[in-house]
């Protein structure tokens, strides 16, 4: 094994990049952006059009987060959003230490194909989101993914029920959680919870259940009139949001966002003191965690993922009840000051846990096992 800690040449290799905004996203921009920090040289390999409105994005830039500039090479392709096909990659594979796939969809093939490089994927829930096809896609998950795996050095599952579904297909498998921001997220003055203003980030997918989220906060509103929701996340298809809202009485309580800059979201965090989601499918939960590290509280959806990680930190409910989620926030409301004081400045400690610079160097680590 090579010994040398710095100046690794890395791709990584991703379904969509910056600008477009999502929770794979902001993993690779994140994890690129601490990688450069510590050293080495980061390359980023995308598809060239948004996957959901067919936008046509620049062959090649440089995008700017956090102070670091990240090469971007944008390439066609054929095919669906998630299983396309890549004619080549347009990069010399050969010039990288180490290629990182994110996510099962064309590109691991094509990563297999074009590189000779140690090669890593991290699961970001592999295509398991919905469980729409979810007998095929068990029967494609236990045989053609079973044998790409081989190829690859090492399979890097962001949650735990990642790590136990990829770890009955293939034994190269290490748990290696998400990572938030917690720096950035964190409350730099006291702030005071506002538990009448709820605030959810995240995308529209069907996983997300945001029609659900809607009628549960609707109903919530119909006895605590003071009840206001921002929604931050970007449509996909065009009137989608205004059809979620047709037929709410709570539409002047509701905000919606398709996209906030970064200080932008920090301060939505600040202002709203509940987040909700009533996800059915997570592969981490970013933006609950995020929540987490900025002092808000939490009412979430019981799925596999959020119990894992906020058991004792959230109020659970099942949104396709709505009278659980008013139960849910009742409790929040009669909770005193001080309970509630001391709930979110746990979640801002269980956060630390998930610091991005230890999943950086965690994930530095991996990459020089393979040298």
Not at 26 to 38: F, G, K, P, T
Not at 171 to 188: A, I, M
Not at 277 to 285: K, R
């Amino acid at each position: 094994m090579n010994s040398r800690p710095r100046g690794l040449r890395i791709l990584q290799v991703v379904r969509q990049f910056l600008p477009r905004r999502g929770g794979m996203q902001e993993y690779v921009a994140q994890l690129s952006s601490h990688l450069i920090d510590m050293g080495h040289h980061v390359d980023v390999l995308t598809l060239n059009r948004n996957i959901h409105t067919g936008e046509l994005l620049d062959d090649q830039s440089s995008i700017v987060y956090k102070g670091k500039e990240i090469l971007v090479k944008r390439i066609n392709f054929r095919g669906w959003s998630r299983f396309f096909w890549v004619d080549n990659f347009g990069l010399s594979p050969e010039d990288y230490d180490v290629v990182h796939v994110h996510g099962l969809d064309g590109f691991l093939s094509a990563s297999l194909r074009f590189t000779a490089a140690p090669l890593f994927l991290t699961t970001h829930g592999g295509f398991f989101h919905t469980s729409e096809l979810k007998f095929l896609k068990n029967i494609w998950f236990h045989t053609y993914t079973c044998v790409q795996l081989r190829d690859v050095y090492k399979v890097l599952a962001c949650s735990r029920q990642d790590f136990f579904k990829f770890k009955g297909i293939c034994d190269h498998v290490e748990l290696l959680e998400n990572g938030v921001d917690v720096d950035y997220f964190r409350p730099k003055v006291p702030r005071k919870i506002k538990l009448n203003h709820w605030l959810y980030v995240g995308g529209f997918q069907s996983n997300k259940r945001v029609d659900r989220l809607l009628k549960a906060f609707d109903y919530c509103f119909q006895h605590h009139s003071n009840l206001r929701l921002t929604v931050i996340g970007a449509e996909h298809y065009s009137g989608q949001w205004h059809n979620l809202i047709r037929g709410l009485s709570c539409n002047k309580a509701l905000s919606h966002f398709s996209y906030l800059n970064g200080n932008e979201l920090v301060d939505a965090f600040h202002s709203r003191g509940v987040f909700v989601s009533a996800a059915d499918f997570e592969g981490f939960g970013l933006a609950s965690m995020e929540a987490l590290a900025s002092g808000s509280l939490l009412i979430l959806h019981p799925n596999k993922s959020f119990l894992d990680l906020f058991s004792g930190l959230a109020e659970f409910a099942d949104f396709n009840r709505p009278e659980k989620v008013l139960q849910a926030y009742n409790l929040l409301l009669k909770m005193s000051e001080q309970d509630l004081i001391e709930r979110a400045t746990g979640g801002v400690a269980k956060a630390e846990i998930y610091s991005w610079k230890r999943v950086a160097r965690e994930t530095e680590n991996h990459y020089l096992s393979a040298i």
